[in-house]
């Protein structure tokens, strides 16, 4: 996928672009046929530009109305240390710039691109660290001088984060959320339509819910939260950045992961796991029918992303189940369906 | 119980109030006195009524000392988007405005009202979904423009969080305690004299603690934690709103929660649940006696309220077990004495 | 020790000092040196000056390197409420007034004294409880009244916390280190070079990491963790201050604490505590050799420090056990090696 942003970039005091806040960013045809615009120059894919008063008036004055507000917008600009950037990237491929894996995490977080759709191979390394404070984005070599400076000016120069990724709602609003704490969801975080976020919660980039969510736990790098699903307070989703290995972690519709639990198997639909249970995939669990028997012992990965099961640790001995209501010989054929 | 309220509210750009900031509301005798002031109109209970000039003069010099500092000082003021307001209501009727909604979240923050006192009914659909940034309370829908704005300037708009409920401390600092993150601390809060909550505490509006407490885990709406009592870091208790039903939690008087525990039914005085102990009203209990034979077992919803239990699971069989220091005898009384 | 810092301090309505920022203290023969550097004063350890600006224009003339930048940027300042100070103070002396406790907990999170190598007997004392806002540190007798005045003009008082601490970065950061939300780690916090505290992460005072570490869990007043150790999410580590009495609990090398769980003993080198296993000192535990076989069973507290230990809860039978790669007699060894 093709996708072109105009953006107003932050740079340090040797002129490197430490973040870039993209207003309104535009994908598939919108972002190829704006491409070319500027007077003397087409952007191949993972090409950015430095814009100049001239590239912006021209812009201002010829681009569609996706990107003439913008301009007209940043033309008013005089601050120090900002420039307008536009950069084309093709999603596909490698992120080329700190620029251009701005414009993908500014995608996922405008819901115009999914987590695990855009290749973000190397952007780690792409991302300076910054100091993320209350007079903005500034280089870690310059803040001791910076943060003096304020005092002595009776200002306090409050820092928020260190880090490679700012909180999402500084860049980007999703319609229809709440996120009570918007230093819990990063920039890059896809936030569904109807998703509240608690205190408690957390989203990583990469990373989010497709819809109506309660999530009052952790959403790692990675994982995504389907449709009704809610994730009780303090409750954990393994990452495949930190103990989830090579599963990708993801929890289906309608399911529900108590206060304080873990998962570290995909959750299908129509599933809970009680409050306070940490299921890592190597938990042996015992497969109780409808009427309670146990039809089976068996790991939990083994049952990733099946359907319809409630997982809870027996109070009275301690074993791990997991409740359905399927027969035995249903139980069966679902556990060995693709054995 | 009346309660009457001279506050400064923030306006959208359609003239709707967004937040209103109450310095010190009165409650009882005073409300009803001060009723009247205004020279041509008596409030009825939910009525409010957006000052002018003239009123806020009018109640500079009448008022008595509770509102005439506060008359004086919004005299002086000129900023855009901003209103004087003044709002009677009657506590135990439904709340009728957003203004009416805001002086209830105050009287429990300032321990005029205790949690449950006050009829809450329908608030939520009174309360706004706002955007509470470093340049104040702003409209979603007029974020997006600001944000650039801002960018183009130079200066940050960053965005607190995204909710219905602004942090307590942006409105109300009660007396006698220390919250170490303000985001965790909604308006609504009821947080007792002697109170500390740490990083990982949190306090929900309607919500609370009676005086000395360590709160490093989580207080639900509708919560209640006695005098004493303790709340052991990224701990939980079940709120009304989330899976604990229509049992009211509460915790007793000189009670500990452990670490990483929680609860779903109200825990008695002199009580511990261990840490890492998540107990919900369906666990299945063995109740021990001072010899720590098994007396009897139950579900943990028997055990509600009930003084002097320690409730850990046993670590050589898995078994969630309550000790206490009583005889069987006891016991049986105390587990029978209201069925 | 000896420790001298120069440092710029707030100051309340009734000029008691509410915190100070030092932005290069010094230790040792460097502090000792450059004491009497003022004309007609020597300080004694524990005693402090605020210093006139023919003071600071003699610092900034006189003294080397280290203290003349400081010192002439400060001759600059014309603020409110703002006075500089000196303070020398000797590490292993009680602390003596608030500007030598912040002094001590700047050496921490400077890495110039390690936690536990200072004397911080009676320093809560010493620290007054203040609000932390968007326009620095205030007296909370005077929020209340700033808070209004605020509103008036426009503006948000934007109270951050109300605390005896500040946070770290505020103050402090040092080289190397990834913060995501800086709400989260006290002043006074020792984080060493190549941590990174992911949003879930705490670190309180006088605590902290030696080096390599991904923190997502809460590291307690006291506690110390090693090199190439990783705490996960929402994981608990008991403090001397709450529940961990008298031991001080550390982990060593190349260890894990698994997300949701926790420890309440010292963790040696090389363990390993599965995810939402709570490990209390007083917890059962059924000691397995190589081959899987109950060698003993013991309590946790006499596994305190041991190393390559995995501790998990058998999902079979609620079991806790830990599991080593040693022989039955190699057990036996290490358990009763120092009883």
Redesign the interface.
Known sequence: MFALGLG?ATLNGDNQILEV?Y?APLVGEKAEALNGLLADQTLQPGESRRLSQEDLQSLAENAGADLQA?AR??L??D??R?TAVLVLIDTDQKPASTEDVYLRLHLLSHRLAKPHQQNLEGMFGMLP?V?W????AID?QE??HR???A???????????????P?M??YV?PAG????????VRLGAYVGEGTTVM??G?INFNAGTEGTS?I?G?I?AGVMVGEGS?L?????T?GTL??GGNIVISVGKNSLI?????I?IPLGDDCKV?????L?AG????VLDENGAVVE?TKARELAGKPGLLFR????????EVLTNKSAIQLNEMLHAHN
Chains 1, 2, 3 share one sequence.
């Open positions: 107003v806040f207003p913008p917008t940043m008013r600009a601050a120090d900002k660290n100091a404070t209350s007079e903005g870690l803040l001791t943060q003096l400076e005092r002595i000016a009776g200002r306090v120069l409050r820092v928020h984060s260190i880090d490679k990724f909180p709602t500084d609003v959320v709440r996120i009570a704490d918007t230093a819990r205190h408690e957390f309660m009052e952790r790692s809610d009780g307070g303090g409750c954990s393994m930190s103990g108590g206060a304080n639990a873990g570290g009680e409050a306070g249970l940490y890592t938990t042996r669990v015992a012992n640790r027996n109070s009275e001995n301690g074993r791990v």
